[in-house]
């Protein structure tokens, strides 16, 4: 038991699972009712974004891809939330050359996310690499609008610029 309380604080990692993130914060008010959280939603709008994206189509997807690089927390939790939202298999991979071919014959729906910093280039090639090898129908689902901005510091900005 901490010494005090009346006196915890918690943060989160910006990559975490939304689900499990939420779960632990329940258990910490449930046991320490004073504690204090963020202000703001300290998750990463995008991670937050792609979490509800996969979990809206998993459960109708026979396998996902999830473009990313293997040490990315982002890509890696995408993985876990499409098996826990009902995918049956969900993969990371880096790019098209990365897909192991012989795991997406006789399936019917494949879901396809990124990783926040994978380039949309990537995401391309892998779509492209399937419609060369399967009769595909894409369906572009979308959850939310991804429309904020991030101003360059003032101490950057060129001279006169606002």
Known sequence: MPRDPDRLAYITQTTLSVDDTAAIV?????RFPAIRGPRKEDICYATTNRQAAVKAIAARCDRVIVVGAPNSSNSLRL?????????????????AADIPWEQFHGIKTLGVTAGASAPERLVT???????????????????????????VPRELRSPGAP
Do not use: M, Y
């Open 125 to 151: 090639g892998i779509v492209d690499a399937f419609r060369a090898r399967f009769a595909t129908e894409i369906e572009h689902v979308v959850t939310r609008e991804e429309n904020i901005g991030f101003n």
């Open 79 to 95: 993985v876990e939330v499409a098996e826990r939202a009902g995918c049956p298999k969900a993969l990371l991979v880096q790019s």
């Open 26 to 30: 329940a258990i910490l008010r449930e």
